[in-house]
């Protein structure tokens, strides 16, 4: 038993799985390159299909490019989103009250020193 993914049951265009079992490696390959994760190259990939779905074969000149703009726009709009949620800030504390990083010498340091009584 092989664990290639079967192509999108919800199309009844043979084209769509057809583009499913040619290009789907490249996808992935994109995907992968620019989100660093097999699992969110996979979901990038598998909304990519249910676009092509959606949209259908018969306005796209050229599957692959379409599919391959589509899976990058889609990585990008992951990355700008990871992006923004690592950057606001959302905790309790003010920016003023995290604690400032120590140095490794001044744990080091303090690990050095006999505990006070």
């Known amino acids: 038993m092989d664990n290639?993914?079967?192509p999108p049951a919800a199309s009844a265009d043979p084209r769509v799985a057809e583009a499913w079992r040619d290009h789907r490696q490249r996808?992935?390959?994109?995907?992968?390159?620019?989100?660093g994760s097999?699992?969110?190259?996979?979901?990038?990939?598998?909304?990519?299909?249910?676009?092509?779905?959606?949209?259908?074969?018969?306005?796209?000149?050229d599957v692959r490019g379409w599919l391959v703009t589509v899976t990058?726009?889609?990585?990008?709009d992951q990355l700008r989103s990871a992006q923004s949620q690592r950057t606001s800030y959302v905790g309790w504390l003010c920016p003023s009250e995290i604690p400032a990083r120590r140095s490794t010498a001044w744990h080091l340091s303090r690990l050095a020193r006999p505990p006070a009584p």
């Open 4 to 6: 290639e993914p079967t």
């Open 27 to 35: 996808l992935m390959d994109v995907a992968y390159r620019m989100l």
């Open 38 to 61: 097999v699992s969110d190259a996979e979901d990038a990939v598998q909304e990519a299909y249910a676009r092509l779905v959606r949209n259908g074969v018969d306005g796209i000149d």
């Open 72 to 76: 990058s726009r889609l990585c990008l």
